[in-house]
């Protein structure tokens, strides 16, 4: 039988590759291209170089309606689901890192409170109680342009999902007391809400993770300061500071989620931790056709000098696209099964998925340094930024590279529950 050529219906190839996307999906990867391409790339050396946060390409996600993606068209949204939200931010990545990553931190506690938790089970009380809660923070995002970030980690193990967050919610009187601390709080200063996970602290029982809430916190509340240095290798544009909540008060209406639902829900979903990889696929197209460019001698502003002649540079380049095609094939069969309590081959090939594009993406992007040569890592040139901007990605929490091994390898030897004797 033979098959009718591809048409995808876009005049460029997206970072997952050519696929056929559904017409919602092309209309949000052209809009995300277009404003990569024109507003994002030129201005990503800018938030690099001060490590400031990119308000700017905010303005534009905002105007584009990118805000309010994922939250559901009933509410207002653009109603986008888990693949398409993943094609557009691995776009995004394409051009800005940051943007695309702390993008992600904002789209997630949409995604997180809107299509995911409809898979989660709740009794009919928790998922009225959600229904009328999660109202309140789309019409934020849908009417206000707020901004939502997403600040878990606490430089302990429970962002590894090993032990209780630190930082706890104490029951008061129309509300919860938070108090706790938080580092590397992407879009600190920036975000209108702070999104975190934190323990029911309940009186006479012990931390346990199965009394994870997720609870917003306005950026304005009495208590929460902001703190510390932000000047890391890569990935400066997230402005990843820590936060420290003092007795904060927030309202019942913050709480993101009905009690217990945060821990329910990341164990239904695993693919919800794999929404940090599209920044990374982004990052290693950009190398990837950074590296074509530069050999072909037809990088804009560039002396016009060819280095493809050279046997050694086209096997690089032979190597780049293998482990690209690799890590696109992968990850668009990932996004396409995520679902709901997937079965055991579905997620250790989610796993897969994740090591390959976070550890990838810097693979990629040593091989481009390498094979393009001296002069390509000059600051006026973008691969020196993604080269370090690729190097955060297996650095995330809960699936760092480490953990995502120590994963496979249990879960492929060990049924749940089994244990030796
Ligand atoms: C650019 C950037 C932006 C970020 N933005 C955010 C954000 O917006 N929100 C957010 O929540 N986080 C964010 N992070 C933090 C990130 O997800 C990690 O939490 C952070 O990088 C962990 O720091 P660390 O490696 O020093 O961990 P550590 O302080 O070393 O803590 C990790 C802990 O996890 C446990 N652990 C580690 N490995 C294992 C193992 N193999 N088995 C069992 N337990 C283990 C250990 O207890 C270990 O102490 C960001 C990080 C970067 C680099």
Same mark, same amino acid.
């Given at each position: ?14 970072? +997952? ?6 017409? &919602? ?9 277009? @404003? ?9 050396? $800018? ?21 309010? &993606?994922?939250?559901?068209? %009933? ?31 904002? *789209? ?11 898979? *989660?089970?709740?009794?009919?009380? =928790? ?7 999660? !109202?309140?923070?789309? =019409? ?6 707020? @901004? ?73 509340? !009495? ?7 932000? %000047? ?17 008060? +927030? ?9 217990? /639902? ?7 979903? #695993? ?21 074509? =460019?530069?050999?072909?001698? !037809? +990088? ?16 690089? +380049?032979? $190597? ?9 094939? @992968? ?14 081959? !579905?997620?250790?090939? @989610? ?17 481009? *340094? ?32 480490? &953990? /995502?091994? %120590? ?8 049924? #749940? ?5």
């Amino acid at each position: 039988m033979q098959r009718e050529p591809l048409n995808t219906g876009l005049d460029f190839t997206p970072a +997952v590759g050519d696929m056929a996307f559904t017409p &919602l999906q092309r209309e949000l990867l052209t809009v995300a291209n277009r @404003l990569g391409r024109e507003k994002f790339a030129p201005r990503a050396a $800018q938030w690099d170089r001060e490590a400031s946060f990119p308000f700017a390409n905010y303005e534009d996600l905002r105007e584009a309606g990118f805000l309010r &993606l994922c939250v559901p068209k %009933d509410h207002g949204g653009l109603g986008a689901d888990y693949p398409t939200y993943m094609m557009v931010a691995a776009e995004i990545g394409r051009f800005c890192g940051a943007t695309a990553l702390t993008w992600n931190m904002h *789209i997630c506690s949409t995604m997180w409170t809107g299509v995911l938790a409809d898979g *989660i089970a709740m009794t009919e009380t =928790q998922r009225a109680e959600h229904a009328a809660r999660r !109202e309140l923070h789309f =019409q934020r995002i849908v009417n206000d342009g707020a @901004l939502y970030a997403q600040p878990f980690s606490e430089g302990s193990a429970a962002a590894a999902g090993r032990a209780p967050f630190g930082t706890t919610a104490k029951k008061v009187d129309g509300g919860w007391l938070i108090n706790g601390r938080k580092i590397f709080a992407s879009l600190s200063g920036a975000a209108d809400y702070y999104g975190i996970l934190c323990t029911e602290d309940v009186e006479g029982k012990d931390p346990d993770p199965r009394d994870t809430m997720y609870i917003s916190v306005p950026a304005t509340s !009495e208590g929460l300061t902001i703190s510390g240095e932000w %000047d890391p290798l890569g990935m400066r544009g997230t402005v990843s500071r820590n936060l420290t909540f003092k007795d904060v008060f +927030v309202t019942d209406a913050e709480q993101l989620m009905p009690r217990g /639902i945060y821990f329910v829900g990341a164990q239904t979903w #695993p693919a919800m931790f794999f929404t940090l990889a599209p920044t990374y696929l982004g990052l290693a197209n950009a190398a990837y056709d950074f590296t074509v =460019q530069y050999l072909r001698g !037809e +990088v804009p502003g560039e002396p016009p000098v060819k280095r493809r002649q050279y046997p050694t540079k086209q096997i690089a +380049v032979a $190597q780049m696209r293998l482990q690209l095609e690799g890590m696109k094939a @992968l990850f668009t069969r990932a996004i396409a099964e995520a679902r709901p309590n997937p079965g055991k081959d !579905e997620k250790l090939r @989610l796993y897969a998925a994740h090591h390959a594009v976070m550890e990838g993406a810097n693979d990629i992007a040593r091989l481009a *340094i390498r094979t393009c040569g001296g002069q390509s890592m000059m600051k006026h040139l973008p691969l020196e930024r993604l080269y370090r901007d690729s190097r955060c990605g297996s650095l995330m929490l809960p699936w760092t590279a480490e &953990l /995502i091994v %120590d994963r496979m390898g249990r879960e492929t030897l060990y049924e #749940p529950g089994e244990k030796d004797a």
